[in-house]
Nanobody
Framework: QVQLVESGGGLVQAGGSLRLSCAAS????????MGWFRQTPGKEQEFVAA????????YYADSVEGRFTVSRDNAKNMVYLQMNSLRPEDTAVYYC?????????????????WGQGTQVIVSS
């Protein structure tokens, strides 16, 4: 069982930066690949980024490639999403998710555990 709690969301102007954090419980955190997804009202969840269980590989949606960076610290059971050059279209609720070992990183159905989400609002 893994419990996830996101933090770090807020209001930022376009061009600014935010760093989202996801704190994970459980002693087997290092066996889980972690993903970030986002969702806006009326739309499906959208894959943002993922990092594999040991942090060696990262994956990004085309829309955030070059602006966002995903990382993890297995010693602290933490996952991060550094978001730079934010745009109004990045406004969404951002969710942290965990899947055992590795699978389809961009498919939300591959993830077994989800956090409650943190709101990001980017003003123009």
């Amino acid at each position: 069982q893994v419990q996830l709690v996101e933090s770090g969301g807020g209001l930022v102007q376009a061009g600014g930066s935010l760093r989202l954090s996801c704190a994970a419980s459980g002693r087997t955190f290092s066996r889980y690949s972690m993903g970030w997804f986002r969702q806006t009202p009326g739309k499906e969840q959208e894959f943002v980024a993922a990092v594999n269980f040991n942090g060696a590989s990262a994956y990004y949606a085309d829309s955030v490639e070059g602006r966002f960076t995903v990382s993890r610290d297995n010693a602290k059971n933490m996952v991060y999403l550094q978001m730079n050059s934010l745009r109004p279209e990045d406004t969404a609720v951002y969710y942290c998710a965990a899947q055992y070992l590795s699978g389809s990183y961009s498919n939300a159905r591959s993830y077994s555990y989800w956090g409650q989400g943190t709101q990001v609002i980017v003003s123009s």
